[in-house]
């Protein structure tokens, strides 16, 4: 079984090297500008390599429009990039247009999304990751029929050689003898010697690619990460090293690029039952190590996620395991305190939780008598829009203006109960902003032109005062699911929780 497995691995040439970015929940969303033109675009990642993305793109906009995609490989220079792909429009909607784009190979990528009308042209770069993160399962009747013709080739192949070398020397109609017969007969077996020794180093070759594949297949987070927590005087300090077999052979230094302004973003979350969340930000200490002051979470054994992005590729991923969080200790002044960044944010009392049902607001009470409400929406469904808008509001119930966070009005985790499935939001989408910015970094280097791609303050942020945010994603399986929305407001940092069950 596993050698059919293999078989179907290798013939679709897959041949993955990187993890998706976040764990279970390989689409990306964009919520922007294209240029002038403001777009919702989907891209459905094929989960295989070679394979073909399926890109929707709804332009919100009454102008007549085309729309085109191109697919832009870090790996290659921007004048390879294939031909842009012209969208077809959707029957019966408007301005919805849809298309297919081929990965052709591992790595990250970015879909430059084209957008042409009377008010001109304009574009935007959303970042990928092309991946293989499953293994298709061979049919068992199409291993048998290849068994079988298997086996034809292989007696067919003997039966050829032998009469070659025994029949094939003689005139036409002359019978062949007790000499061309021995030929024969030591032609059959040398080639039968030689056919089971290929088939052999054949056999074990397979067997190399498949653990090769197997090795690289991603199911979950990547890079490999490990954590730890020491005492210093007060503060426990949670240590993180990154990378020791990914990047082993690895002869230059790691190089991260900064999304928001960090290199790392890290989640905590305590098990079983998400009852305490911390989403903060390690600072570097070595090449592939990292350090944070924890704040004050309980003790408990809490899930690890970390968000980054690899300078020279353009590559984010989310790297996973778990640690141990002891009590926290009696203050100290024995040892000099780790610097907190004012960015870390944290909630801990499960009791805040709000219980989300379709069809109705639901409101989820923060501190200080502020609100935060996800509004009515239709019942959840796998793959489906599920209508993540949410209002904040003020102590006299009044809404009450966002401020930035991280260059982003808000920012969100999404968990499943099980933890097979965790994603980062953002009202601009899914994707890693350090991505976006190194292939347009990477493209007004090589064509010497900056592209237009709608990246102001406004397409970052959302527009100044707002009192609401909404957050492009499709949850991408069934299950139960905590969210963790965090704003801004009135110079706090807040954390609004959800649960909410998806069909």
Known sequence: ????????????????????????????????????????????????VPGRAQIIVQVRSDEAVAVAFAPISSQTAVSNTPPAEEAQIVPGATNLFSGELWLMVDGA?????????????????????????????????????????????????????????????????????KAERRKSWTAAVTTTIIFVVLLAGGKKWWDSEEVDFRSRLREGGWPDLTADVRVNGSQRILRLTLGEAAFARRNKPLAFAPDHGK?????????????????????????????????????G???????????????????????????????????????????????????????????????????????LIWKAHPPLRANQDPGLRFEVRDEAGQPAALEPYMGMMSH?????????????LHPSGNYSMAAQIFFDTKIENETAAAKSNGHGPEAICGPNGSSTITLPYEFPTPGNYRLWVQIKTGGQIMTGIFDTTVL
Not at 6 to 17: Q, Y
Not at 415 to 423: A, H, K, P, T, W
């Open 263 to 299: 290199l790392l973003h890290l989640f905590l979350v305590r098990q079983p039952n998400h009852d305490a969340f911390a989403h903060i930000h390690p600072v570097r200490a070595g090449n592939k190590i990292f350090d944070v002051a924890l704040p004050p979470l309980p003790e």
């Open 412 to 424: 969100a985790a999404v968990l499943r109960s099980d933890g097979r499935v965790f994603s980062h």
């Open 1 to 48: 079984m596993k050698r059919r497995v293999a078989l179907v691995a290798l013939l679709a040439l897959l041949c993955p090297r990187w993890a998706e970015a976040h764990i279970g929940s390989p689409d990306v969303f964009y919520d922007g500008l294209a240029g002038l033109y403001p777009v919702h675009v989907t891209i459905r990642m094929p989960g295989v």
């Open 301 to 371: 054994d809490y899930e690890v996620l970390c968000d980054l992005t690899l300078a020279d590729s353009g590559l984010s991923s989310t790297a996973a395991n778990s640690v141990h969080i002891p009590a926290a200790l009696e203050k100290s002044t024995s040892a000099k305190p780790m610097k907190i960044d004012p960015d870390d944010s944290w909630a801990i009392n499960p009791s805040v939780a709000a219980q989300d049902t379709a069809g109705s607001d639901t409101v989820c009470h923060l501190p200080g008598g502020k609100q």
């Open 109 to 177: 990528y970015s879909i430059d999304v084209r957008v042409r009308g009377k008010s001109g042209e304009g574009s935007v770069q959303i970042p990928v990751n092309s991946v293989a993160i499953r293994q298709l399962p061979l049919p068992s009747w199409l291993g048998e029929v290849l068994l079988a013709l298997g086996l034809v080739l292989f007696c067919g192949g003997i039966a050829i050689i032998a009469a070659a070398a025994g029949e094939s020397v003689l005139p036409p109609d002359v019978s062949p003898g």
